[in-house]
């Protein structure tokens, strides 16, 4: 069973950049059965999908942060990594990590962890 569990600052202050990283186990980030995602949800919003690392390390961003967003891996250590920089109080949510099957059969979430932007 894949598991994944994310980990960060809880607290960013204006400007800064936010960093969070993505732990799995239970299935390799470099398998070609799956691939990686951030999905963010604002307080009484909907889900947003951020962006998203395949197993060959390629990276795709949603049209509308592509310009503050990063998503690295670090294959030694089977985690994946967010990075979005120069945030404001709207980049306030909760924060999911995600694997999906690449058949689309299922989907893999991490419980999520609030990242709130205040100085």
């Known amino acids: 069973q894949v598991q994944l569990q994310e980990s960060g600052p809880g607290l960013v202050k204006p400007s800064q950049t936010l960093s969070l990283t993505c732990t799995v186990s239970?299935?390799?980030?470099?398998?070609?059965?799956?691939?990686w995602s951030w999905i963010r949800q604002p307080p009484g919003k909907g889900l947003e999908w951020v962006g998203l690392?395949?197993?060959?390390?390629?990276?795709y961003y949603s049209s509308s942060l592509k310009s503050r967003t990063s998503i690295s891996r670090d294959t030694s250590r089977n985690q994946f990594s967010l990075q979005l920089n120069s945030v404001t109080p709207e980049d306030t949510a909760v924060y999911f990590c995600?694997?999906?099957?690449?058949?689309?059969?299922?989907?893999?979430w991490g419980q999520g962890t609030q990242v709130t932007i205040s100085s």
């Open positions: 995600a694997g999906f099957d690449t058949d689309w059969s299922s989907v893999y």
């Open positions: 690392i395949a197993d060959d390390g390629s990276t």
């Open positions: 239970g299935g390799s980030i470099t398998s070609s059965d799956y691939f």
